[in-house]
């Protein structure tokens, strides 16, 4: 079958890498792989390179993947439009994208309205981003990524300003829109609702990786405990 | 027993430097010459004044039309410029351009004006070339580390973190667009000032009149057309708004547009013959003689012209540059919130003391407005031929300029409730904590100084500028641009070592509206 084929390929590897942040050694002679298919759960206390892991990954496809990071780097004198246009740059030439700063065009406009109305932007899609809420910028920030239609989303805590409600949602958007998701989540309950696999962090390497269906909430409990 | 504790402060490097900078300023005074050689100072002065409190406007025409002019050059010339400077700044991580760049910017608008006067005579054209070029070297410098310092996760989050061009439009050029708008406003400012010294050497502009009015002294007359030049500087932010820009645009080009007459037989002629050096027209390169010829032509003028206004040059600017600093430190309490109002009073206080501010502002802002070649122009009438009206002209105008920024950067200092006032807030408070500032902003007017010391030279200050004007009065354009290059070069290397100095004592080296 053409899904197992895919699914037993690995899309990230790393075998015995050392990470680093600025410098310091983040995650100590990592070994892992991640394949097609897979929705993962980067979890662990702050600081403990979840971050780092996921510009790691990003660097191994760069080609490949939606990025949606913590500070989403929106311009924020630009609408929310442009915001998420943002992420289908490439597809156009440069006199297309100039046009469309100037004055959004038609076929620009059909392809980000529909983002925006799933993300609930339609309001706000010509305000400038520095007039939205924390968690519409963030949801903006999502719409970027999924104007880009690629197979694997990685996120950095892409939901954590908006209400667990919400971010439900959003993170079963970004599971439908994606065949493989990667994201870093400080929601135990969220990462184990939206997951298929946990990847647990602590003191620079990986203490926990297993199905999400074998977990409990307090299985990860000790994650956060002191080292 | 003692122990002697070695001087650990931050300070004391910044203290060391200025130390250094001071006893070359004072070791130059030895050297050059600023008597006062006319014989009544005081008698030049009180006519002048006299002028100044009777402006009066022989031909409304004529001061209209030069008014017209010096605007119309000013904006014409900014608007080339910021295109120009802008298609640099997109290739300003280039070494080349960015080389480029200063070069441009370091010949004079005096200089590229008094150039393309050989070949384009007293065009329009001239006049907006004459701006254009060295605008387009300055914006460029300005918008290329515009561009460097914007945000970089706007561009990075993106996907394969793009260099392209879409990518600029996108998630750059609208992050420094709003500084961009208000430095290239701020330019329109100096071009206005650059346009009317145009007319020293014979644009149309309001200098022409100037010059004339105040050779004739005139002073009544020059009054009229200097009030005209600082009213249209004083007003530009109440009319020259952006989204009136294109009016005024279409107005300018239709009023003044860009034109000469070239002769092309004049034009190769000048490029291929007049600017070449005297022994090397009409001979073969490689031939020893004429290498020979070249030398000696080169060390005749090495003796004669360059080094000695090199030397003035370069002492005159070191002068300069300290009266300025030391201007500049004076002058700030004029526009610091801390000196003039501390904003606590009640009612008619602090209605009082604001309206103080203001004025104390105004002040600064007027002596920012009088253009250096101007100022110098007016000393040397009363003080006679010497180097103390230049030091004069260029420590005011600068020092008005740094002392402006300077107090509206106290503004953002914090002060406990407790600190003391007066002087000891400026000594203890205030100084120590604007110093680094204030020295960033030094380093920067650095270049302009050196700049604007060599165009004096045609005020018949012995600097570089002295012997370019001469060369040209006596169509000897081979060594007039030989010169200008000796003196582009100059200007480069001061900027470059300013540059080192500000990395060195790590100071803030983002542009401002210097």
Redesign the interface.
């Known amino acids: 079958m053409l899904s197992d084929r895919i699914s037993h390929r690995p899309l990230f590897q790393f075998s015995d890498q050392t990470l680093h942040y600025q410098g310091r050694t983040v995650l100590d002679r990592l070994s892992l792989s991640i394949v097609a298919g897979e929705r993962v759960a980067l979890v662990g206390g702050s600081g403990v390179g979840k971050s780092t892991l996921l510009k790691a990954l990003r660097e191994q496809l ?2 490949q993947v ?2 949606c ?1 913590q ?8 609408s929310t439009f ?1 915001n998420i246009y ?2 289908a ?2 597809n ?1 030439s ?1 006199l297309y ?2 046009a469309n ?1 100037i004055k959004p065009l038609p076929a620009a406009r059909s392809a980000v309205e529909p983002i925006a109305k799933l993300l609930g932007l339609e309001q706000q899609l010509f305000s400038s981003t520095d007039k939205l809420s924390g968690g519409q910028q963030q949801r903006t ?1 999502i719409g ?1 990524a999924l104007i ?1 239609k ?1 197979a694997i989303f990685l996120g950095d805590e892409p939901v954590a300003n908006v209400d667990e409600y919400q971010g439900d949602a959003l993170l079963q958007l970004i599971c439908q829109r994606h065949q493989t998701v990667v994201l870093a989540l400080h929601d135990i309950a969220q990462a184990l609702s939206t997951c298929t696999r946990i990847i647990g962090l602590k003191d620079g390497a990986i203490v926990l990786d297993a199905p999400s269906n074998q977990l409990q909430a307090s299985d990860l409990a000790d994650l956060y405990g002191a080292s | 027993m003692s122990t002697t504790h070695p001087t650990n402060t931050s300070a004391s490097a910044l203290r060391n430097l200025s130390l250094w900078f001071a006893v070359s300023a004072l070791l130059c005074l030895f050297i050059i010459d600023i008597d006062i050689s006319t014989t009544d100072p005081w008698a030049e002065l009180g006519l002048m004044t006299a002028g100044a409190l009777s402006p009066s406007v022989w031909s409304w025409p004529t001061l209209i039309s030069s008014l017209a002019n010096t605007f119309a050059f000013a904006l014409q010339g900014v608007t080339f410029g910021a295109i120009g400077g802008f298609c640099l700044a997109l290739g300003y991580r280039f070494t080349l351009v960015r080389a480029f760049c200063a070069f441009i910017r370091s010949i004079h608008e005096l200089f590229w004006a008094l150039l393309f006067m050989q070949v384009a005579g007293l065009s329009s054209l001239t006049g907006l070339l004459a701006i254009a070029i060295p605008y387009a070297g300055t914006l460029a410098k300005i918008y290329g580390e515009l561009f460097e310092e914007v945000d970089p996760a706007a561009a990075n989050n993106l996907p394969r973190s793009g260099r392209n061009l879409s990518y600029f439009f996108y998630t750059v050029l609208p992050l420094a667009w709003r500084s961009m708008a208000s430095y290239t406003s701020y330019r329109v400012e100096c071009a206005i000032r650059s346009s009317a010294i145009l007319g020293f050497v014979g644009l149309p502009t309001l200098g022409f009149h100037l010059e004339t009015a105040l050779s004739d002294g005139n002073y009544s007359e020059a009054a009229a057309f200097f009030y005209a030049l600082l009213l249209l500087i004083g007003s530009l932010r109440l009319w020259l708004h952006l989204r009136l820009l294109p009016v005024y645009l279409i107005a300018v080009f239709y009023y003044l547009p860009p034109q000469a007459t070239i002769s092309w037989q004049l034009l190769v002629r000048f490029v291929s013959e007049d600017i070449v050096p005297t022994p090397l027209r009409g001979q073969s390169l490689y031939s020893g003689e004429t290498l020979n010829s070249v030398g000696h032509w080169f060390n005749l003028l090495w003796q004669q012209q360059i080094w000695p206004g090199l030397i003035n040059t370069l002492l005159l600017g070191q002068i300069s540059l300290v009266f300025t600093g030391l201007l500049a430190l004076a002058l700030l309490p004029l526009n610091s919130s801390l000196f003039i109002s501390r904003g606590r009073f009640m009612g008619r206080g602090r209605l009082l003391s604001g309206w103080t501010r203001g004025a104390g502002d105004s002040i600064l802002i007027l002596l920012r407005s009088l253009p250096e070649y101007l100022l110098a122009f007016v000393g040397l009438l009363i003080l006679g031929p010497s180097m103390l009206p230049a030091i004069l002209a260029l420590g005011i105008h600068n020092g008005a300029i740094i002392g402006h920024l300077l107090g509206r950067y106290t503004d953002e200092i914090n002060l406990r409730v407790d600190a003391s006032r007066g002087a000891t807030l400026y000594f203890y408070e205030v100084l120590p904590r604007i110093y680094r500032q204030f020295l960033a902003f030094l380093f920067y007017r650095w270049e302009v100084i050196l700049r604007e010391t060599a165009i004096l030279g045609i005020l018949g200050i012995a600097t570089l500028g002295f012997y370019i004007d001469s060369a040209f009065e006596t169509f000897r354009f081979d060594v007039a641009l030989l010169l200008i290059l000796v003196s582009a070069a100059l200007n480069m290397a001061v900027d470059q070592f300013a540059r080192y100095l500000r990395r060195r004592l790590q100071l803030k080296t983002t542009p401002e509206s210097l």
Do not use: E, T
């Open positions: 760069p080609d939606a990025w990071p500070q989403p780097g929106l311009v924020p004198m630009l442009h943002m992420g740059l490439d156009h440069l994208n100039l700063l920030s970027r880009q690629r």
